[in-house]
Structures are given as structure tokens and as C-alpha cells.
């Protein structure tokens, strides 16, 4: 220790002045080098966060896309059955739901009252006699024009036909080792 | 950060890492985490990109650097000065070199000081910063840093007198 006093002062000064002042403080160089790495370090790690961020809500859009689209495809099928099936008249069906209603379709209770169905007249004979086919027709015709001989040759011909066939009985010789080549 | 940023803060760092260190060391005392306190003050800085629009740049660095390297302290910092004075009289193979041995107790009592006492003490020692900019970045004001360097300064001379009268004692015995 310095033994005057302006030599204490000037040493204690100094002293003073050293404590903030170490001999082994970071040079400004390698201090500035080792915040820029770690400012760029972190710029990177910003710029792969942003990409990720932006990235997650489209993945997310499209996965719901395609589920919203490969999970519609099998009720589509489903409602067009179901649609098609209403046993109520045609001209008495209620009218057709618009479109966004399809999904789940709603049978009106009021088009099925039965009031609204007209009653049929009640029938001396059942069942009913159904018109003549066109082959009715046609066989009625053919028996006002054609003369009775001819349409009893039809009627024989006809039974004819119906008859069994007879094939005369077939003889086979037995083969002969001569005959062979 | 566009090129030409990143130049200008690079050169900003350069220009004021020093400085920012020497606040840290002031009140940490150890070169490896004043250096982790001037990464940590300026990359603050960068982020909230508030290094080009400083008004009193010294003391917003001061500031910020004082809180960060108070942040990093240790809770119990604080030892005895009679323990230092003990350590201090042993007798050390650096006895011969005066200047070095006193500059270490001196050191030595000022971190044994309170810290309401040592705090102006060491930012004074940071010659860059006025009593005002010291009285801004502890939140104190400027008379009062005064009284406590000057404070601080008395009751290291007053250990530092008590040191060589115990050292001339034990060498006359």
C-alpha cells in the first residue's frame, strides 16, 4: 500500500477506476460476433416458426376438405334412395325441399291425409276386366276374316304341333376290327 | 433484418458492448456473466428494435444493462467485510507487487459493501457515466448517489487505514 497520501489517493483512484475494468473484459469485436450469431441464430429459428405457423392452417384446411368431401360421397348415395321412395302420388307430393335441406328430407304429414286421396267407384266384378292385349286383338281379327275351314286347318295344325314327335328307332352296327383302318 | 440494419446494429454493438459490460462487471463482478448480460441486453435491443430510437443512449444502456446483470445476481451476494479484512492480512505470494495487492482489496472491500452503498460506487467507476445517469438507472435521485459514493469512498478508506495498521502490527510483533 502506498504509504503518502497523494500516492494512497492516486492508488486508491486507481483501484477505484479498475473495479468496473477487468483485464480479461470481452473485446468489443468478439462481444458484437457473439450477439450477431446469436441475432441471426434466432432470426432462423423466427423464419422456420413463421413457416411452420403459416403452414399449419393450410394443412388444416385441407385435411377438412378432404374429409368434408370423402365423407359426403357415401350419404349422397344413401339420400337419393330414400328420396325416391315416397309412395304418394306424384301430382300430390309436397314440393321439392330446396337443396341445403336434402340431407335429411322431411315427409310433410299434411300430403298424406287421406282426404286428399280420391275415393275409386266400387267394382261389380273383381277382379276388374282388363282390356284386350294386342294379341287379343289381333286373334279376334284373324277369327272374323278367316273362313271356319281354314281356321279349323289352323286349329289342327296347331294341335299338331303340340303332339309328341316320333323318331324311328335307330340301328348301329357294332364295329368290326375289319372295318378299321 | 435487412442488410443495411444489420451493419448499422453490428456497428452499435461494437460501438457500445464495452460499456455495457463494464455495468454488468460493476455489479456482478465476474466476466462470464457480464458477457452473457451484454448478449442478453442488446439481443432485448434487437427484438423489441428499440436500439435506433434512444434518446440518451448511455443511460438507457446503463439501465437496462444494471437490471439485467441485478437480475443474474446471486440473492446473497453480500459478505462480511471482517472476513475480506482476515483473508486480506494473510500473507500471499503477490506481498511484493503492491500496486496489484492493493488494487484486490480494494476491490475486495468494495464488494463487501452494502449495496445501496456499493451500486453508485461501482457505476461511478464506469467513467462514461454521470451522477445523473447514475441517479436514472437506480432510480434514485442524484444526491442522494452522491451521498452514497462519497459514503462509500470514506468507509473504504477508513477499512483500508484499519488494513495497514493491523499489517504494521503483525509485522512489528
Redesign the interface.
Given at each position: 500500500m502506498p504509504q503518502s497520501t497523494p500516492d494512497f489517493e492516486r492508488e486508491f483512484e486507481r483501484a477505484l477506476a479498475a473495479y468496473a475494468d477487468p483485464n480479461d473484459a470481452g473485446y468489443p469485436q468478439v462481444l458484437a460476433a457473439r450477439v450477431m450469431a446469436e441475432v441471426r441464430m434466432r432470426q432462423r429459428k423466427r423464419r422456420l416458426w413463421l413457416g411452420i405457423s403459416a403452414a399449419a392452417p393450410l394443412l388444416g384446411c385441407m385435411l377438412v376438405a378432404a374429409v368434408l368431401y370423402f365423407g359426403r360421397s357415401e350419404p349422397q348415395h344413401r339420400e337419393a334412395k330414400v328420396v325416391s321412395i315416397p309412395a304418394i302420388p306424384h301430382a300430390e307430393r309436397a314440393p321439392e325441399p330446396p337443396a341445403y335441406a336434402k340431407a335429411r328430407p322431411k315427409l310433410v304429414r299434411g300430403a298424406r291425409a287421406p282426404n286428399a286421396r280420391p275415393r275409386l267407384p266400387k267394382l261389380d266384378q273383381f277382379p276388374a276386366p282388363a282390356p284386350m292385349s294386342e294379341q287379343e286383338k289381333l286373334l279376334v281379327q284373324f277369327v272374323r276374316r278367316t273362313p271356319p275351314s281354314t281356321q279349323r286347318f289352323v286349329v289342327k295344325m296347331q294341335e299338331q304341333s303340340d303332339e309328341p314327335l316320333r323318331i324311328a328307332e335307330l340301328s348301329i352296327p357294332d364295329l368290326d376290327s375289319k372295318t378299321q383302318p | 433484418?435487412a442488410r443495411r440494419d444489420?451493419e448499422e446494429?453490428?456497428a452499435f454493438?461494437?460501438?457500445q458492448?464495452?460499456f455495457v459490460?463494464?455495468?454488468a462487471?460493476?455489479v456482478l463482478r465476474n466476466?462470464h456473466d457480464?458477457?452473457d448480460v451484454?448478449?442478453e441486453v442488446?439481443?432485448k435491443l434487437?427484438r423489441n428494435n428499440a436500439w435506433g430510437s434512444m434518446r440518451d443512449e448511455k443511460a438507457y444502456l446503463a439501465r437496462i444493462a444494471w437490471r439485467a446483470a441485478i437480475d443474474h445476481l446471486p440473492k446473497q451476494t453480500h459478505t462480511e467485510v471482517d472476513e475480506i479484512e482476515v483473508a486480506s492480512i494473510a500473507p500471499s505470494p503477490e506481498q511484493t507487487a503492491?500496486?496489484a495487492?492493493?488494487?484486490r482489496?480494494?476491490?475486495r472491500l468494495?464488494d463487501g459493501l452494502p449495496e445501496e452503498l456499493r451500486q453508485p460506487?461501482?457505476?461511478s467507476?464506469?467513467?462514461e457515466l454521470t451522477s445523473g445517469e447514475i441517479a436514472q438507472v437506480l432510480g434514485i435521485p442524484e444526491g442522494t448517489v452522491r451521498t452514497r459514493a462519497l459514503r462509500a469512498?470514506q468507509l473504504?478508506?477508513e477499512k483500508?487505514a484499519a488494513?495497514?495498521g493491523q499489517?504494521h502490527a503483525a509485522k512489528h510483533s
Open positions: - | 433484418m444489420e446494429f453490428t454493438v461494437q460501438r458492448s464495452r459490460f463494464r455495468v462487471y460493476a466476466s457480464a458477457d451484454v448478449q442488446f439481443l434487437y503492491l500496486e495487492d492493493f488494487q482489496k480494494v476491490h468494495i460506487l461501482a457505476l467507476t464506469v467513467q469512498r473504504l478508506r483500508l488494513l495497514e499489517r
